[in-house]
């Protein structure tokens, strides 16, 4: 079965520095989003991304991330100047058509830790 | 942003019994509820999923019942089985939205 992959795996990066979070979604998804989660808390929206564009973004994707799709496969997350507080499990997801009748299906996650 | 809730964060089953998983939700906009299955370390799964237009979607052991009038969703699972010891969460979405919403997770343990 087709799934979403994720690199890396676990992410170590000092305070300041920039980070770029790789996905590869599913070949015929369209929608592409990202997600995270901080130890303990809930699965918290970031971006979702369509047609080369955002379609959505949440008060936590402020101006420090962005996203890309730099060809046709990779879905990318960069955070500029990471802080402590972007430690957490970033998760990025991919559906076939928007919202209603399909499921997102969800890469294993990249672990970032900021020291 | 609390338009899906769990509220209770763990459950624990005896193996073979029914284990039942609730969610309350609070925009009458969405039309689309999913189940989430999530082991450490890996992404949330996905487990099933129901359309307002139905109140009952069934998949092997795995039900989930809408309750519209009352914005509730529920998951199911019979009988319970170890391997089915996780986190579950509970998504919502609709025609006008572009994300998922998500609760806040329910950790079962299905004892042996």
């Known amino acids: 079965e087709p799934e979403v992959t994720q690199t890396p795996s676990h992410q170590v990066t000092q305070m300041g520095q920039e980070v770029i979070l790789r996905c590869v979604p599913i070949?015929?998804?369209?929608?592409f989003y990202w997600y995270r989660q901080i130890l303990g808390q809930k699965v918290e929206f970031l971006v979702s991304?369509?047609?080369?564009?955002?379609?959505?973004k949440s008060e936590i994707f402020d101006d420090q991330f962005s996203v890309e799709r730099p060809d046709g496969s990779n879905f990318t997350l960069k955070i500029r100047s990471t802080k402590l507080e972007d430690s957490a499990m970033y998760f990025c997801?991919?559906?076939?058509?928007?919202?209603?009748?399909?499921?997102?299906?969800f890469g294993d996650g990249t672990r970032l830790s900021i020291l | 942003d609390q338009q899906v809730k769990q509220n209770s964060p763990s459950l624990s089953v005896q193996e073979g019994r029914i284990s039942i998983l609730n969610c309350d939700y609070t925009?009458?906009?969405?039309?689309?509820f999913l189940w989430y299955k999530k082991y450490p370390a890996e992404g949330p799964t996905f487990l099933i999923s129901i359309s307002s237009i139905k109140d009952k979607n069934e998949d092997g052991r795995f039900t989930v019942f809408l309750n519209k009038s009352a914005k509730h969703l529920s998951l199911h699972i019979v009988p319970s089985q170890p391997g089915d010891s996780a986190v579950y969460f509970c998504?919502?979405?609709?025609?006008?939205?572009?994300?998922?919403?998500f609760g806040s997770g329910t950790k079962l343990n299905v004892k042996p």
């Open positions: 998504a919502a979405t609709g025609y006008n939205f572009n994300k998922f919403y």
């Open positions: 997801a991919s559906s076939e058509t928007k919202g209603v009748g399909q499921p997102q299906h």
């Open positions: 925009n009458s906009m969405f039309d689309y």
């Open positions: 991304f369509y047609n080369n564009e955002i379609s959505e």
């Open positions: 070949s015929n998804h369209l929608y």
